[in-house]
Nanobody
Framework: QVQLVESGGGSVQAGGSLRLSCAASGRTSSRYAMGWFRQAPGKEREFVVAISWSGGRTYYADSAKGRFTISRDNAKNMVYLQMNSLKPEDTAVYYC????????????????WGQGTQVIVSS
């Protein structure tokens, strides 16, 4: 079992930045790929970005390319999502997820999920 806890969400004006963190605990010795998803009110959960266990491979949704950066520190069991140039359409609950499959954008391929952290971007 892996437990994931997100933090770092909040309210920011358009053009601002936020850094989300995801702390992993439990069976963290396994080589999990990590991903960030988001869900806006009334919409389905959507893929944002993913990273391989080594950090050597990253995958971004088109909406995140050039603005968001995922990174991880395996020694600290942490994953980060740096979000710059935020837009109102980035408003959503952001979820951290862990899974064995590398590079997948499908939420069903992730085995463990955090509770989510709210991001609100005002215009």
């Amino acid at each position: 079992q892996v437990q994931l806890v997100e933090s770092g969400g909040g309210s920011v004006q358009a053009g601002g930045s936020l850094r989300l963190s995801c702390a992993a605990s439990g069976r963290t010795s396994s080589r999990y790929a990590m991903g960030w998803f988001r869900q806006a009110p009334g919409k389905e959960r959507e893929f944002v970005v993913a990273i391989s266990w080594s950090g050597g491979r990253t995958y971004y949704a088109d909406s995140a390319k050039g603005r968001f950066t995922i990174s991880r520190d395996n020694a600290k069991n942490m994953v980060y999502l740096q979000m710059n140039s935020l837009k109102p359409e980035d408003t959503a609950v952001y979820y951290c997820a862990a899974g064995a499959m590398v590079g997948t954008t499908q939420s069903r391929d992730y085995d463990y999920w955090g509770q989510g952290t709210q991001v609100i971007v005002s215009s």
